[in-house]
């Protein structure tokens, strides 16, 4: 196997006095999902925080492409979606895209193949000229996903992609995400949905901080004796 | 060119929330009508003015005024008792040649018509009495010095009685209004003005000053709406999440807070020609200045209130939290920006106002618009008010570390 597209070793960070990650050790390789679970308030979101640099670690390593983070200049190989959506609702989706695929370093000459593409795999074409106020929750989303698609970076980190969305969405969705891994791209993800988890590559299982588990689902469900990812969620909680 | 991209796209926004321009660009306008409509309206009124022995010609002149009338009285204190029941604004008294005028002064506006009505009723009596002394003095071209000589005697005769008459009141400055004091005046250049004192029963003669506080008003007007509509964009930004998507791509800091500059600033040139142009037509006010030099002193101000404004935002977590900064920062602005004069206050709540940008950009603003002093005379002012857009523009881009550390 090549080189880890994320590296984390021994991830500790703490906020004042507050330990919210003892001790990570993660890795993303080229051409792999890797979904990240945990209860809430587990630090998932302070995993994807540190991996793009928006916070320091405290202690240990964090590389992504083989670089430490924070690295602004990294960021542009990276599509990132957050829990909330983040969209600016008096602009209509197309302008939303292109602001953020601007933003991204996106040259102007790709930039309406790229707006068109991305609309096409959220199935968002047909509304690309209203306004997000207009728009509901489910179509919000698919633009906030479409954002982090913009510019096919190499590296997806998306923090619960498909909350608020219907399920054949959801399935159109995660076979692109299939798509983008057989390109030999990498995805990080955060779910919820533990049917979810069983389509990713390796599962990281995310609690008090540190990271109980990281296996194949298959490996994690024979390793727990369970039968689903989500009986191992709840073993591995009922153990602590 | 991400700059750029951010000013496009903070500006699109902008020019979509109707309601937020309409607040922007209007308030002001509105706030500028009504004030225009409640200080004209009131300069126009009418008032009436109680005098006690002053000559019938003056009456006579002060009377022919639009919106003056005039009662006479005979005696002080039949005066002071109408203008305590508010018959009469103003008594006009006259002492031997001298004149003391007290005013109610409950409305500085009535108070200024009043002064402005005796001086010109004064004026005119005093040129037609100089016009018939000088079609007199003309006739008696060869007689000029007898003449002379002989009102120089009067002079000294009038000088005398004056001295005697009334002891209380500065002698040596009597003469002139009488017509045969006048006609020595013509003559002899030393012509001596009587002596106007002034009483006001409520406050001084400072009480109103609207001129004055416009030029400070107006920048108020683009502090207060820059710095409160800038410091809620960037919140709205950081509480939906945008900034930290935002943050996300390779943008840099720096290019975030000067695309908000540069969008803010457009707008806030707009504006600030509109007030201006507001200030200029419907108040008709008079600006001695380049109006330029104004525009660009605003924007500058404008970029002040906009990095304050963004530099408080993050201390808010809620637009309602951001509000509660108008009380603790916006107010005290008005307070220290010279609206009220600040030689009376104490020395150091007078230094206060020295951390107070309105204070920079209202004197410039006042300089350019009632003396006409040009831009590059106001190095100062203007220095002062670079130094806080530095200082605050690096912080907030030093600031933006708190959402991503490079």
Avoid at chain 1, 224 to 234: C, N, R
Wanted: net charge positive.
């Amino acid at each position: 196997m090549s080189q880890a597209i994320i590296d984390l070793q021994h991830l500790a960070k703490k906020f004042g006095n507050q330990t919210v990650l003892k001790d990570i050790n993660l890795t993303v390789n080229p051409g792999e999902i890797v979904g990240l679970i945990g209860p809430s308030g587990a630090g998932k979101s302070t995993v994807i925080k540190v991996t793009l640099g928006m916070e320091v670690t405290s202690g240990g390593s964090a590389k992504v492409f083989g670089t430490v983070m924070p690295n602004r200049q990294l960021l542009g190989r990276i599509g990132y979606m957050a829990q909330t959506d983040a969209l600016y609702d008096t602009l209509t989706g197309r302008e939303n895209l292109k602001f953020y695929g601007l933003m991204k370093g996106i040259a102007k000459a790709d930039m309406t193949r790229e707006v068109d593409y991305v609309a096409k795999v959220v199935d968002l074409t047909a509304d690309l000229n209203k306004r997000v106020s207009g728009y509901s929750g489910g179509m919000m989303r698919r633009l906030s996903l479409a954002i982090a698609l913009l510019g096919k970076p190499d590296l997806l980190i998306l923090d619960e992609p498909t909350v608020g969305i219907d399920p054949a969405l959801r399935r159109q969705i995660w076979a692109e995400l299939g798509r983008i891994r057989d390109e030999g791209r990498s995805i990080l993800i955060t779910t919820h949905v533990m049917d979810e988890a069983e389509l990713c590559g390796r599962v990281a299982l995310l609690l008090d901080g540190k990271v109980m588990a990281f296996d194949a689902p298959a490996a994690l469900e024979q390793q727990y004796q369970v039968k689903t990812i989500e009986d191992v969620f709840l073993k591995a909680e009922g153990v602590e | 060119m991400r700059t750029i991209g951010i000013m496009n796209r903070v500006l699109k926004e902008l020019f979509r929330d109707k309601r937020t321009l309409a607040l922007m660009f209007l308030a002001p306008i509105l706030i500028m009508l009504l004030m225009s409509v409640i200080f004209n309206t009131n300069s126009s009124t009418d008032v009436s003015i109680g005098t006690i022995s002053v000559s019938h010609k003056l009456n006579q002149q002060m009377a022919d005024i639009k919106h003056v009338t005039v009662k006479t009285y005979d005696t002080k204190s039949a005066a002071k008792k109408a203008l305590k029941n508010e018959k009469i604004d103003a008594i006009v008294k006259k002492n031997g040649s001298n004149y003391s005028l007290t005013y109610a002064n409950t409305d500085s506006t009535k108070t200024a018509t009043v002064k402005l009505a005796f001086k010109n009723a004064l004026t005119a009596t005093s040129i037609n009495q100089l016009k018939s002394a000088l079609t007199k003095s003309t006739k008696a071209t060869v007689k000029l010095q007898a003449q002379l000589q002989a009102i120089q005697k009067q002079q000294a005769a009038a000088t005398a009685s004056a001295k005697a008459g009334s002891a209380a009141t500065a002698a040596q400055q009597a003469t002139s209004t009488k017509a045969t004091s006048t006609t020595m005046a013509t003559k002899s250049t030393s012509q001596k003005t009587p002596k106007i004192t002034n009483h006001y029963v409520y406050g001084d003669k400072d009480t109103g000053y609207f001129a004055k506080m416009l030029p400070i008003l107006m920048g108020f007007f683009v502090f207060f709406f820059v710095f409160l509509i800038s410091g809620m964009a960037l919140l709205k930004e950081r509480t939906t999440g945008t900034l930290d998507r935002l943050l996300a791509t390779p943008v840099k800091r720096s290019s975030i807070v000067f695309g908000y500059m540069l969008s803010y600033g457009v707008l806030a040139v707009i504006q600030t020609i509109l007030i201006v142009l507001v200030t200029v037509w419907l108040l008709g006010i008079e600006v001695v200045g380049n109006m330029a030099s104004v525009i660009v002193i605003n924007l500058i101000l404008a970029l002040v209130a906009l990095a304050f404004g963004i530099l408080l935002s993050t201390f808010a977590n809620s637009e309602f939290q951001m509000m509660q900064f108008i009380p603790l920062v916006i107010v005290p602005q008005v307070f220290f920006s010279g609206i009220i004069p600040l030689d009376s206050m104490a020395a150091w709540v007078k230094d206060i106002s020295y951390i107070i940008p309105i204070k920079y950009a209202g004197d410039a603003v006042t300089d350019i618009i009632m003396r006409g002093t040009s831009i590059w005379h106001l190095g100062f002012d203007i220095g002062i008010l670079l130094i806080f857009l530095v200082v605050l523009t690096v912080l907030n881009i030093v600031g933006l570390k708190r959402y991503r550390k490079v």
